[in-house]
């Protein structure tokens, strides 16, 4: 496996390669110790596994039912009514119907995330607007910042990941229902929940209930990520009657297979295996994230997820750590240099039982440290660099906030159209005719990213105002250019509202495959600031008080 590790992983178009991969290229019929992919470990269990394989003939000859009759079933353990559902082969499928069907020009998502939901938009030709998650903050969502992002940008449709994949951070509940409401007015929200069962910050986390009764709200779930059974490949949507059926009509009739129905079948015979199951990841969690965290020198983030986000050790590359994991090892990570916003210097670790975290906590000691352990890091080589080409996305989202708006790298000073520059311009921040009715103070009229908004119409008028050289003794014609009337009428047309064309960046901003075609530092961009939509002391405390 050593000589071939490197092709198996650029030979794929999934961020690894499948376990039948590796299992095909380990010789001996075996894969190795899975700390990639986030899957329960304790669930099917082994009742399920003899019962599944009795009736393997079966289920492998015959057709499934109906998706249908499946979703009535799942409907019934889960208390939620069958017209509010879709199922899908997956939640990759129902992503994609989603773009498909409800997403008309642009899609807001923070970053890192996961992958499909910066590449299924940009795929169909969608703006995506990135908004950063940082490192210094762990990583945690701030709402009130992604909410003035969306309305800076006149996104609409945002996306929530709750807990996120990779970081495993969480909102509470009472803010992510806020959050819905004051974007209220948006074509779409998701809540995408497929790691939300393995959480226990509170006893009832899950939107699905309040998405029902709302107009634009799609709440995203997974079956394979909870029950252990990727293979299988089945998840579900829950919306209002609609939006629910909107995606499932353009579903194939037979889109779930009998492994889905048989699985489907057989849960409410093993509800208390299933909670315990949980129970048991959670408490595995902790346990893993003390030992991880005991490495000097590796950086652990908090996780509601089934799975850990660690920074690597200073010198420490991370398709390196990956490969000889695998190779010397047999142990498979994750490495998220193929995750915008994020870099090779970080690994997404699945939570696993203990005896499987001894073995991780060693191979990485070894790797890391060589023979002594706590000694320093060595530098893993000086050409390295992030495995994917990230380089410039990691500098255009930390030095940007994710908005991706060119701004001049000096103030310039402006004589006289200045007084009269803002007032168009601030009507082009109201990215939307009607604000939500969450929302009854305004953006500041001195909002920071509107300079940015009329930068691009100003520059090229300002550049021959300026006195070019001496050399030109010309007397009376240099004051002719001074109609300053001129701008003002250039500004008025970003005021105009009207949906952004798909592809198109808005208001002077980059589209999320510019951004990801970036090869060339970012030195004219700088940060945009947050204006504290709508004011920090409305969100809940950490306590959701």
Request: proline share 12%; hydrophobic share 40%; charged share 15%.
């Amino acid at each position: 496996m050593a000589g071939n590790v490197t092709s198996l992983f650029r030979g794929t178009a999934a961020h690894s390669p499948s376990m039948a991969a590796l299992t095909r290229e380990g010789g001996d019929g075996t894969g190795p110790v899975d700390f990639c992919i986030p899957c329960n470990p304790y669930f099917p269990t082994q009742a399920m596994y003899d019962e599944l394989a009795i009736r393997l003939r079966e289920i492998i000859t015959y057709y499934p039912s109906s998706a249908d009759t499946i979703t009535a079933e799942l409907c019934g353990l889960l208390q939620l009514p069958p017209q509010c559902v879709a199922m899908g082969n997956g939640s990759t499928e129902l992503i994609t119907w989603i773009d498909h069907l409800l997403v008309r020009e642009s899609l807001a998502i923070p970053v890192p995330t996961f992958g499909r939901w910066t590449d299924q938009p940009m795929e169909t030709g969608k703006r995506v607007d990135m908004f950063p998650l940082q490192e210094a903050s762990g990583f945690a969502l701030d709402l009130s910042q992604y909410a003035d992002f969306i309305r800076t940008r006149g996104t609409r449709v945002a996306v929530i990941c709750n807990p996120n994949n990779p970081d495993g951070g969480y909102l509470r509940k009472q803010q992510v229902v806020q959050f819905m409401d004051a974007m209220a007015d948006l074509d779409l929200v998701i809540v995408d929940e497929s790691f939300l069962e393995f959480a226990d910050a509170e006893a009832e986390p899950s939107v699905v209930q309040e998405a029902m009764l709302r107009p634009n709200v799609i709440v995203l779930r997974s079956l394979g990520k909870n029950f252990g059974l990727h293979g299988i490949r089945f998840g579900y949507l829950v919306a209002n009657p609609a939006l629910a059926g909107k995606v499932r009509g353009m579903l194939p009739k037979w889109n779930l297979n009998s492994f889905a129905e048989h699985v489907v079948f057989m849960l409410k015979e093993h509800g208390p295996e299933y909670a315990q199951s949980l129970q048991q990841v959670r408490r595995d969690r902790l346990e893993m994230a003390s030992h991880l965290s005991a490495l000097p020198g590796l950086t652990v983030y908090p996780s509601q997820g089934n799975f850990l986000f660690v920074r690597l050790p200073v010198g420490a590359e991370g398709t390196v750590v990956r490969d000889r994991m695998l190779t010397e090892h047999r142990i498979l990570v994750r490495e998220c240099g193929n995750k915008i916003g994020s870099s090779s210097r970080f690994l997404r670790l699945v939570v696993r039982p203990q005896v499987d975290v001894r073995r991780l906590v060693s191979g990485l000691e070894q790797v890391l440290y060589g023979s002594r352990r706590g000694a320093a890091v060595p530098e893993l080589g000086t050409g390295t660099s992030y495995s994917s080409g990230t380089a410039a996305v990691d500098r255009l989202v930390s030095e940007t906030n994710g908005s991706g708006m060119r701004v001049p790298a000096a103030p310039q000073p402006t004589p006289t159209p200045m007084p009269t520059a803002p007032q168009p311009a601030a009507a082009a921040a109201q990215p939307l005719p009607a604000a939500p009715q969450p929302m009854p103070t305004p953006l500041p009229a001195a909002s920071q990213p509107l300079p940015a908004v009329a930068q691009p119409m100003p520059a090229p008028v300002r550049q021959p105002m300026v006195p070019v050289p001496q050399p030109v003794p010309v007397p009376s014609p240099v004051p002719a250019p001074v109609p300053v009337p001129a701008p003002a009428a250039a500004v008025a047309p970003p005021a105009a509202v009207a949906p952004t064309p798909p592809g198109v960046p808005a208001r002077g901003g980059l589209t999320a495959a510019q951004v990801r075609g970036m090869t060339a530092p970012a030195t004219d961009l700088t940060p945009a600031p947050a204006t504290g939509w709508p004011n920090a002391q409305s969100w809940p405390n950490a306590a959701g008080a």
